[in-house]
């Protein structure tokens, strides 16, 4: 039962932090928690995850060099022009539809909302949205990366691996964020970490401690009940 509470807990306790102290993480924590994660499974047992970890100024140099990336596509578009960064790989479908689109929206909603970011304060959206690419002030800053020559089955296995960190992390005290965001500079991303040709971004992951005086850290996200997505049959 006590195993049972502690993985629970570990699992539901789990949310998007945006806001963290600069208090480090020890090197041998990140360590067992990235261990441990990768006892995830993957089909035929490849592994197929690598994972950057950036602390100190590796990480103020990658944050940099993004940021600066980031914030020259806004000036673009703001003079009309196509932005020079884009996502490598396509995450969302190219046109919305519910219930996700709905559900798209209201996570917008309540985390501007609580943030007094009004629909049309794009200044302020663009300066929220780059504290992503400062891992919203967290120590650890996580990189991942695929072989490009992985097909779709293999994005399941890394969903394990990504998961098994965030519930490590919990279990160790410790707040994520996952964050598809880099995937848009992955070209910057790659520059600054010299990868290799054959490594694809895939995302990033804050971890460190939760700032509780974070307000973007009020958010609580839903979730749709058991009968809107199981389906029992005898
Ligand atoms: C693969 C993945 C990428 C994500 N990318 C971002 C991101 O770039 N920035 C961000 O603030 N949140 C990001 N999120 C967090 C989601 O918005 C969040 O998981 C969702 O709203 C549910 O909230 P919760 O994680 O607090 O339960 C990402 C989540 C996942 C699983």
Redesign the pocket.
């Known amino acids: 039962m006590q195993a049972q509470q502690s993985v629970d807990h570990a699992i539901t306790s789990?949310?998007?932090v945006?806001g963290f102290l600069a208090t480090p993480v020890p090197r041998g924590v990140i360590e067992d928690i990235l261990t441990v994660a990768g006892r995830a499974p993957s089909g035929t047992n490849i592994q197929e995850w690598k994972v950057y970890v950036l602390t100190g100024s590796a990480k103020q140099r990658l944050s940099a060099s993004v940021l600066a990336a980031h914030d020259a596509d806004y000036e673009r578009k703001k003079r009309k022009e196509p932005p020079l960064h884009a996502e490598e790989y396509q995450?969302y479908p190219r046109q919305w539809f519910e219930p996700y689109l709905g559900r798209r929206r209201k996570?917008g909603w309540d985390?501007y909302g609580l943030l007094g970011i009004g629909k049309t304060d794009y200044d302020k959206m663009h300066a929220q949205h780059g504290l992503?690419y400062t891992f919203?002030g967290a120590p650890v800053g996580l990189i991942f990366t695929i072989d490009r020559r992985m097909e779709a089955g293999c994005w399941l296995d890394y969903?394990m691996f990504?998961q098994n960190i965030m519930v490590a992390a919990r279990g160790r005290g410790l707040d994520t964020?996952?964050?598809?965001?880099?995937a848009t500079y992955h070209q910057v991303v790659g520059a600054a970490l010299a990868l290799p040709e054959n490594e694809q971004v895939l995302?990033?992951m804050s971890l460190g401690y939760e700032d509780p005086a974070a307000v973007a850290n009020q958010?609580?996200?839903e979730r749709a009940a058991l009968s809107e997505f199981a389906v029992f049959r005898d």
Request: glycine share 10%; proline share 5%.
């Open positions: 789990r949310r998007s945006r995450y996570l985390l992503n919203f969903g990504l964020c996952p964050q598809q965001a880099f995302c990033g958010l609580r996200t």
